[in-house]
């Protein structure tokens, strides 16, 4: 029988997500959008990045948060990922106008992502938010090569450029383009 991840702790829908459960973080999302959306108001004004990059950056601090949570280290889940997620904004807000951040100027909105919207809340949407979720990682898991999806994880798990060569032994030459390759595929899985 499948877990009822809405029972769940925070901290093990962490866990959860370490382990590769995509609907764990599908829960953590859902819980943590106001969250996401608070943070991202606070950056406005005239040079702010869209705020559909902040959610998105949001979101990407919250699945690094999930990813990178420790229990020994005595904060509880909600304070980690709510520092997580403003320093990843933050750090777009600060790179938003530089050259160096093609990164984030070439990402894609969350609300365009497959159809993906936000759930209102209620089970059904809940169950429609985790139904179209699969349906989109089945995609991108069918379209992009084993080193693009290696790539993606480990974007989309914060790694920095600095650890991917020394850690991983892929070049940086090679995880840019495979990021770059990445990025083009899953704009066409968009249309």
């Known amino acids: ?47 702010a990045p869209e705020k559909e990059d902040l959610f998105q950056e949001g979101f990407l601090g919250l699945y690094a948060a999930a990813l990178s949570f420790q229990e020994s280290r005595g904060a509880p889940f909600s304070a980690y990922a709510a520092a997580c997620v403003y320093n990843r904004m933050a750090s777009a807000a600060r790179s938003h106008q530089s050259f160096g951040n093609r990164t984030l100027n070439e990402s894609l909105p969350l609300d365009s992502a497959s159809g993906l919207s936000a759930p209102a809340g209620g089970p059904e949407d809940r169950y429609e938010l985790r139904e179209s ?4 990682w089945k995609g991108i898991e069918q379209t992009l090569s084993p080193l693009e ?14 650890e991917i060569e020394e850690r991983t032994g892929i070049s940086l030459r090679s995880f840019d383009n495979a990021l770059h390759r990445v990025r083009a595929k899953l704009r066409k899985l968009d249309t």
Do not use: I
């Not at 901290?11 to 943590?32: C, I, K, N, Q």
């Open 1 to 47: 029988m499948a877990e009822d991840y809405r029972e769940l702790s925070d901290d093990r829908l962490a866990a959860l997500v370490r382990g590769g459960a995509a609907e764990a973080f599908v829960e953590l999302s859902t819980r943590y959008m106001g969250l996401v959306r608070a943070r991202a108001a606070s950056f406005s004004g005239p040079g």
């Open 133 to 136: 979720f699969h349906a989109m």
């Open 149 to 162: 999806l290696r790539v993606l994880r480990l974007y989309l798990g914060g790694w920095r450029r600095e």
